[in-house]
């Protein structure tokens, strides 16, 4: 089965190149490659070794290293509502490390964390961007970051639909302090900024000390 995804991913690079140079009075690719990562990313193909979330029911962890997207969020909600069934007064943290991703399943995954009763401590851990960030500031319990956290925020799209973009700004307004400039911006651009700036924004409260050696 393996051997045929692999395949697949081979015959989608070919499609690529053929298309691009398909014309002979035009190369410029009639494949937007925004929208084929974006493809690529939500069909997990080739991804079957990577590890989207590991649940640790004894100790009620949950890790993550991955993108935010359906399978991320498909998987993150099961294991939300799983430790809730369990327990329902025990918290449960959830380690994140992402490169951020799709807004609707940011929010499938916000919108469980704060409908179940155990308070979710959310941990960001080595670079946390996007959709992730998101996550973060909605932390039902502590909404912990550490000394080597780089977080990023997204800015609107210029074509951002009003819809989407009045409730990506009324989520930000409700769950940080983020500067206006950043709000106001519609440049879709990556702002980064450190753990202690998290701190500031009110995205996290709780800042991991460094251990001394």
Not at 10 to 39: G, H, K, M, P, Q
Not at 53 to 68: K, M, Q, S
Not at 154 to 175: A, I, K, P, Q, V
Request: glycine share 6%; with cysteine; hydrophobic share 40%.
């Amino acid at each position: 089965m393996k051997d045929y995804r692999y395949l697949l991913i081979l015959l989608l690079v070919l499609y690529i190149l053929l298309d691009t140079f398909r014309t002979s009075d035009s190369y410029e690719c009639a494949v937007d490659e925004y929208d084929l990562v974006d493809a690529f990313i939500d069909s997990g193909l080739g991804a079957e070794h990577i590890d989207r979330g590991r649940l640790d029911i004894e100790n009620r962890i949950i890790v993550t290293t991955y993108c935010v997207n359906s399978k991320f969020s498909q998987n993150i909600v099961s294991q939300l509502l799983i430790l809730n069934r369990l327990s329902k007064n025990e918290s449960i943290d959830l380690y994140i490390r992402t490169e951020g991703g799709w807004e609707a399943d940011a929010f499938a995954v916000i919108d469980t964390m704060r409908s179940i009763d155990a308070p979710v401590n959310i941990h960001a851990i080595g670079e946390v961007h996007s959709a992730g960030i998101m996550i973060l500031a909605s932390g039902t319990g502590n909404r912990v970051v550490y000394p080597n956290t780089i977080l990023g925020f997204h800015t609107l799209g210029e074509d951002e639909d009003d819809l989407f973009g009045e409730r990506y700004l009324s989520f930000w307004e409700n769950y940080a302090k983020l500067p206006d400039s950043w709000l106001s911006r519609k440049d879709d651009e990556m702002l980064y900024f450190t753990a202690k700036e998290a701190i500031e924004y009110g995205i996290a409260d709780v800042l991991f000390p460094e251990k001394n050696d």
